[in-house]
Nanobody
Framework: QVQFVESGGGLVQPGGSLRLSCAAS????????VGWYRQAPGKQRELVAS???????NYEDSAAGRFTISRVSAKNTVYLQMNSLKPEDTAVYYC?????????WGQGTQVTVPA
C-alpha cells in the first residue's frame, strides 16, 4: 500500500502561481507514471499533466506552457508548478498513480482562482 499526501493549494489571484506537491509514503514515483488530475464543481475529473518513469511529461492543452510537472525521486515527491493561473483553473487537484494491480489517488488539494 502507498499513501499520497497533496499540499500547496490555496487562493491565488489571476496571473499568480502555486506549486502543488504530492508526497508518497514510499519510493514509487520512479517506477510508474504519475498524473495530476483536477475536478471542478459539476465537471468530470480530467488529466492535467503526467510524467513517465523516464521523466517524459505531457500536458492537457490548457495547461501546456503554464504548468510544469516534475519529480524528485529522492524525496518521493511529484510537483505541479502552475503559473499564469486563471479562474478556469479552479478545482480540486489530485495526484494519481496506476500500477498493474492498483489505482492510487491522493486526498486532493483545493485551488481557487477568483474571477
Amino acid at each position: 500500500q502507498v499513501q499520497f499526501v497533496e499540499s500547496g493549494g490555496g487562493l491565488v489571484q489571476p496571473g499568480g502561481s502555486l506549486r502543488l506537491s504530492c508526497a508518497a509514503s514510499r519510493s514509487i514515483f520512479s517506477i510508474y507514471p504519475v498524473g495530476w488530475y483536477r475536478q471542478a464543481p459539476g465537471k468530470q475529473r480530467e488529466l492535467v499533466a503526467s510524467i513517465t518513469r523516464y521523466g517524459e511529461s505531457n500536458y492537457e492543452d490548457s495547461a501546456a506552457g503554464r504548468f510544469t510537472i516534475s519529480r524528485v525521486s529522492a524525496k518521493n515527491t511529484v510537483y505541479l508548478q502552475m503559473n499564469s493561473l486563471k479562474p478556469e483553473d479552479t478545482a480540486v487537484y489530485y495526484c494519481n498513480l496506476v500500477t498493474p494491480t492498483t489505482t492510487y489517488w491522493g486526498q486532493g488539494t483545493q485551488v481557487t482562482v477568483p474571477a
